[in-house]
């Protein structure tokens, strides 16, 4: 089997596929003395809203929100901090003993884990609850210099302290082995658990745990059936061991990092938790020194899935890259993007400062970011093949494709919108409600209208192809048309140069119309 078959199913249940809105707001800085400023997908588009964390704030950094998206509480892996920009009830000293943990001599700078060595998972079952699921990091031996020897659990309840959020326990083992620092965290089948897959440090076993809340109730250990045999230079055993799975937005496809040149692909059954190889993507190493002289060669970083789950995009030292992995050759597939991933020392002195090879990450707008401190990449169209994508490359011609002088870094979430599989066997969750009192939602604001508005859905299945919104003026004109890419929620409508009057808005799913709304158009 070379060619990968990504399809996206959903159980029409209301508590998991309504909503999930967890990822509305990024939380990323530079520093733990300065304003940062998070990244709000809502209002009339990106909004830029300054905060003062009472944490170091670095790469790795994200907020969570609730299902309807406002922010709950964000972390940078050893501290979390409420919505109110104060360090949660319970909420210091994770990690402790942890290589680069609480190791700093200034016991007042609340400094930050591991880069993506955590993530934030709700719990299935009760829509207050979240959990933390963490590496304990010690320093490995040269070239393995990131070792996680167990796997970790911090429960935080937002119903606590007059809802504030408490954290109800910290740093309980989850799991004890040896593996690499970074792992994936995919949504079971039964839209409800959670599936934790880490590779061990040669990327020859693959150990996947079934998480029910805060139960591990089943572990899968199994080998790799193809690349096993991997003769591993130093390089190789460093993105080995650094780099993370990356799974499909579907979930059904992961693409595991063996090396720096070695991509292997495989179908996941979100159901049993079994891995079965598919194909393979080799690109060998890029080699480029910046003036000042630093660089080396590197292989492929910071990957990413389309949508549609069609492509897969990722970085270099060379640029950034385009791959098609339902083609039997996807190496042969590989379309360059850009020149070289050049980092900025800031947006008012941009000089060459580095090479860098960010991390990228589908947005709840259908974009694809690759955010790395000033400077800013986009993705506009992912599902597009080549230069269709319409990538921009901010070095190119901007700093920050984004338009804004502020740090950034890409967060690494799991995929919320990702439900329960329609009669596969494993979704042994039954609905209270009857299909038909579940309801689309289609919303928009400001409302009257000016100039940009933001178009915000609500589905019953995020993966659909289909869903489609289709605007009419009160003649029944059309005025504008978009198809939200796979388990996007965002849209932005600009009316500035639209006739004052009202407009009625249609959202299209199964070519049948879920929802309506209207906006009034308003300019004096």
Not at 186 to 215: C, F, M, P, T
Not at 265 to 286: I, K, W
């Amino acid at each position: 089997m070379n060619k990968l078959i990504i399809h996206s199913l959903c159980f029409f249940w209301p508590f998991f596929c309504l909503a999930q809105k967890h990822d509305q707001n990024w939380v990323a800085g530079s520093s733990f003395t300065d304003t940062i400023y998070m990244i709000n997908f809502s209002d009339t588009g990106l909004a830029y809203i300054p905060i003062v964390p009472p944490i170091e704030q670095v790469r790795g950094s994200f907020g969570i929100s609730d299902k309807e998206g406002k922010l709950q509480f964000y972390t940078n892996g050893n501290y979390i901090v409420s919505w109110n920009h104060v360090i949660m009830e319970n909420g210091d000293s994770l990690n402790l003993g942890a290589w680069t943990s609480q190791n700093n001599t200034f016991p007042d700078v609340k400094n930050s884990y591991m880069l993506y060595a955590y993530q934030v998972i709700p719990d299935g079952y009760d829509e207050n609850v979240y959990y933390l699921i963490h590496s304990f990091m010690k320093l490995g031996k040269y070239p393995v210099d990131q070792v996680s020897t167990r796997l970790q659990i911090t429960k935080i309840d937002m119903k606590e302290n007059k809802g504030l959020g408490r954290v109800i326990y910290k740093n309980k083992t989850l799991y004890s082995h040896e593996l690499a620092c970074r792992f994936a965290v995919i949504r079971h089948g039964n839209g409800a658990d959670w599936w934790i897959l880490v590779r061990e440090l040669n990327g020859k076993k693959y150990h996947n745990l079934h998480l029910k809340q805060d139960s591990l109730i089943a572990l899968t250990i199994q080998e790799s059936s193809e690349g096993s045999e991997l003769d591993l230079d130093e390089i190789d055993s460093v993105y080995t061991c650094r780099l993370m799975c990356i799974a499909s937005q579907n979930g059904q496809v992961l693409v595991d990092p063996i090396g720096s040149s070695l991509r292997r692909f495989y179908h996941f059954d979100r159901c049993t938790g079994d891995l079965e190889y598919v194909n393979s993507l080799f690109h060998e190493r890029d080699t480029f020194f910046t003036p000042g002289g630093s660089g080396g060669p590197g292989g492929i970083d910071g990957m990413c899935f389309s949508p549609n789950g069609q492509y897969l995009y990722g970085v270099t030292r060379g640029g950034y890259f385009q791959w098609d992995v339902e083609v039997p050759d996807i190496s042969a597939s590989e379309v360059q993007l850009s020149g070289h991933p050049y980092d900025f020392d800031n947006p008012q002195n941009p000089h060459l400062h580095n090479i860098i090879m960010p991390f990228m990450k589908l947005g709840p707008d259908g974009r694809i970011f690759a955010l790395h401190s000033f400077t800013h990449n986009i993705v506009n169209d992912p599902d597009e093949k080549g230069q269709a994508s319409n990538f921009c490359h901010a070095p190119d011609d901007t700093v920050s494709c984004l338009g804004v002088p502020y740090s950034f870094f890409t967060p690494m979430y799991p995929n919320y919108r990702l439900g329960p599989l329609e009669g596969s066997g494993c979704d042994t969750i039954s609905s209270t409600h009857p299909l038909n009192e579940i309801q689309y939602e289609l919303k928009i604001y400001p409302n009257p209208a000016s100039g940009p508005v933001q178009i915000e859905i609500s589905l019953h299945d995020y993966g659909r192809q289909d869903t489609e919104l289709v605007i009419h003026d009160a003649l029944g004109r059309e005025v504008h048309r978009h198809r939200y890419p796979p388990y996007a929620y965002l849209h932005t409508w600009d009316t500035s140069n639209i006739p004052n009057g009202t407009y009625i808005l249609q959202l299209f799913s199964d070519q049948q119309t879920v929802a309506t709304n209207r906006v009034v158009v308003m300019r004096e």
